[in-house]
């Protein structure tokens, strides 16, 4: 397959006039400055596909459903309620056609691959499925069907709460000891083994879900693979983990663990300067949601400072309340602006674009978290690629990283045209090919769910 495009943005910046060779999903050859030739298919702008490392993907079920005030103060943990209600009675059929929708979604705004933190593994009653891992497999089959590109990180969850507290009824789906919770690992790695460019990594949830021995065993079955943890998301949890064990959740992990560049800490949002330069040291991603840690209240996670010291990070669309690539990026610098009553703080320096350092940094940070490092497009890496609608009026007369500004902050997902993943186009005009498939079957799941 060849594209051509007027402009694409190459590892090395944007470039004009470029013919894209692309050879069993990657690609095999750039050239820049040529006319089309007859049989190339033509686009007007061509970025590379972002890797959305943080998602629960059975949450998109229940967007909208946590909207409504409750007796008392809302917070996190009234949420977290709703969704332990949500999921007691999600089978693998409707996990499976949510997850469908979502990856769907995401390959619609231009994520192209996904960390799936998994979690939801048993039975409604707790028990195992005779096929200990048939919910990793409903999700390598929704990572299939949509073509999105596959980390699955099963999650290790074992207790309620720091020190290892008995887990609660509404998490029994969740919970393991290590033994099965090695077998569920190899049933995992089977279920995406004939997917194409899958990887299976590793997730103890959080240092409230598991021991510090838990913790050393479960990172020690990554074998080079990644390892992701929810960490001090919450005050009440940075708090609970100081009453715990007089540390804060960082500073706990890193005194206690060899953190390194294979670990992403998702949120890292409550931190002290002394813990956000140990993360920069460290080499590790933070993996940051920010349309979540908004809709549940979480906090600001330190951004600016954090980038400036040469900190690694990515988004995800965790909760899946919202699912949009560009929105995710300028909710993390607008949480900045609002905070510090600047601009353009997560910019690079004068002169040069916010958008373009925005997405430079999830991609790299994206792609290291989920243990593909990517450099964008360049020969030799795999061919995921995001078109956007250049005949929009909105697009006249940009271009370079203006470009990449103008979609960030003034446009989102509706200007996304086409979007290919390992070469394969999976939306085209914005839509993804087997949407009406995959609509049918989220529908009928929902009816399911709410009969
Ligand atoms: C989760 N989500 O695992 O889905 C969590 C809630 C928890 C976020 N932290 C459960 N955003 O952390 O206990
Ligand atoms: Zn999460």
Redesign the pocket.
């Known amino acids: 397959m060849t594209l051509w495009c007027e402009q694409a943005w190459l590892a090395d910046g944007w470039h004009e006039n470029v013919r894209i060779s692309v050879d069993r999903g990657r690609i095999s050859a750039i050239e820049s400055g040529v006319h089309p030739a007859p049989t190339d298919e033509r686009h007007a702008i061509l970025l590379p596909g972002l890797p959305n490392l943080h998602s ?1 993907a059975f ?1 998109r079920g229940m967007a909208g459903l946590a909207e409504r005030a409750g007796d008392g103060d809302d917070s996190f943990w009234t949420w ?1 309620e709703a ?1 332990y209600h949500f999921v007691d009675r999600l089978d693998p059929d409707g996990m499976r056609a949510i997850a469908a929708l979502a990856y769907a979604e995401m390959l619609e705004s231009g994520f192209t691959r996904v960390g799936e933190f998994h ?1 939801l593994h048993h039975g409604v009653d707790g028990q195992p499925y005779n096929e200990v891992a048939i919910m990793a497999q409903a999700i390598a089959a929704a990572a299939d069907e949509t073509g999105i590109g596959l980390t699955l990180l099963p999650v290790f969850y074992a207790h309620s709460g720091f020190g290892g507290g008995a887990p609660t009824h509404g998490q029994r789906r969740f919970i393991n000891d290590i033994a099965r919770f090695q077998s569920l690992l190899h049933g995992a790695r089977d279920a995406v083994a004939g997917l194409d460019d899958a990887l299976v990594g590793v997730a103890p ?2 240092l ?1 879900a598991a021991t510090a021995d838990e913790l050393t065993a479960v990172a020690a079955m990554a074998k080079g693979a990644p390892v992701h943890i ?1 960490i001090a ?1 919450q005050m009440p949890e940075v708090e609970a983990c100081i009453a715990w064990s007089g540390a804060r959740p960082v500073e706990w992990l890193y005194d206690r663990t060899e953190v390194g560049p294979d670990w992403c800490l998702v949120h890292a949002t409550h931190i002290t300067e002394a813990e956000r330069r140990a993360i920069v040291r460290s080499g590790a991603v933070v993996g940051l949601c920010p349309i ?1 840690e908004a809709n ?1 209240g979480d906090g600001l996670f330190p951004a600016r400072a954090f980038v400036e010291e040469g900190g690694r990070f990515g988004v995800g669309s ?2 899946n309340v919202e699912i949009d690539a560009v929105a995710e990026l300028r909710l993390l610098e607008y949480g900045q602006r609002l905070d510090q009553r600047g601009r353009n703080l997560l910019s690079d320096g004068a002169g040069r674009s916010t958008g373009a350092n925005l997405f430079r940094g999830a991609l790299a940070g994206g792609g290291q978290a989920l243990g593909r490092p990517s450099c964008g497009i360049a020969v030799g890496e795999p061919a995921d690629l995001v078109s956007l609608k250049g005949a929009d009026p909105y697009f006249a007369g940009r271009s370079g990283d203006t470009i990449l500004d103008s979609w960030i902050f003034g446009g989102g997902a509706r200007l996304v045209d086409c979007v290919w993943r390992s070469g394969v186009k999976q939306v085209a005009d914005g839509r993804h090919v087997r949407r009406a498939a995959i609509d049918a079957r989220y529908r009928d799941a929902m009816r399911k769910l709410f009969a």
Do not use: C, K, N
């Open positions: 629960h949450q977290r969704m979690y949830h959080s409230r929810h998301e979540t549940l965790d909760s």
